[in-house]
């Protein structure tokens, strides 16, 4: 089964003149086992709610990809930016396993109601 194997080299082949590193970034780190952890269900929708959750949290950070995939492997190496992304990253997984976007999955699941939960606004400290 090399389906999505397939899928993963049809995207590597668009070709995207500027990246935004901090997006690059996340995306590889949401893959990170410590994170998906935080995570009671992995499907697309809950990963893509996380990283966009913490991308909406963090500053754009654009690179011209002339050199490819190697410019952006040196940002990498910014501790700073790793633990910026990574604090956002893991409040975001927290906030979506708190309210997943949609009802859990599996028998059993007593139907709560998602609307009725304040979900935006009241920064803990
Ligand atoms: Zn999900």
Do not use: F
Not at 95 to 118: F, K, L, N, T, W
């Amino acid at each position: 089964m090399l389906y999505w194997v397939e899928e993963a080299l049809r995207e590597e082949e668009i070709e995207v003149p500027i990246v935004n590193m901090t997006e690059v970034l996340a995306r590889q780190m949401l893959k990170d086992p410590e994170l998906q952890r935080l995570l009671p269900c992995h499907c697309d929708q809950c990963l893509d709610d996380v990283l966009a959750m913490a991308l909406n949290h963090l500053p754009p950070r654009y690179a011209a990809t002339d050199e490819g995939q190697v410019y952006v492997q040196v940002e990498y190496l910014r501790p700073q930016l790793r633990s910026d992304v990574l604090r956002e990253l893991t409040q975001a997984a927290l906030r979506v396993s708190r309210q997943p976007h949609h009802p859990p999955r599996g028998p059993g699941q007593s139907a709560s109601d998602p609307a009725s939960e304040e979900g935006e606004g009241g920064s803990r400290t």
